[in-house]
Nanobody, 121 residues
Framework: QVQLVESGGGLARPGQSLKLSCAASGTYFRINQWAWYRQAPGKERELVARLSFDGIKFYSESVKDRFVISMDKFKRTQELQMNSLNSEDTATYYC???????????????WGLGTPVTVSS
């Protein structure tokens, strides 16, 4: 199976930056698409950014021009650089990957456990 582990969350002041990282582990799989989701207290989980294996990026309107998603294909990692943070970015951020399992010949969507981000003065 494939596992995702996030790191880099924490506390930031408004206007500051944080970088989230996510590493995938396992065997016989390929990552077709990376994504970051977030869930604020009392709200539904929402898509923040998405990055396909061929480099196509999508950002939600709320983070566009402030966040940057990237990946390292060889290391099987992705990052989310978050700039100009504000209080509305406070949430638990989840790493997500759409994978192809070679030994089972099927797709599998995988989630990390989440990392909290708090933006407060």
């Amino acid at each position: 199976q494939v596992q995702l582990v996030e790191s880099g969350g924490g506390l930031a002041r408004p206007g500051q930056s944080l970088k989230l990282s996510c590493a995938a582990s396992g065997t016989y799989f390929r990552i077709n698409q990376w994504a970051w989701y977030r869930q604020a207290p009392g709200k539904e989980r929402e898509l923040v950014a998405r990055l396909s294996f061929d480099g196509i990026k999508f950002y939600s309107e709320s983070v566009k021009d402030r966040f940057v998603i990237s990946m390292d294909k060889f290391k099987r990692t992705q990052e989310l650089q978050m700039n100009s943070l504000n209080s509305e970015d406070t949430a638990t951020y989840y790493c997500n990957a759409m994978t192809w399992l070679f030994d089972q010949a099927r797709n599998l969507e995988v989630w990390g456990l989440g990392t909290p981000v708090t933006v407060s003065s």
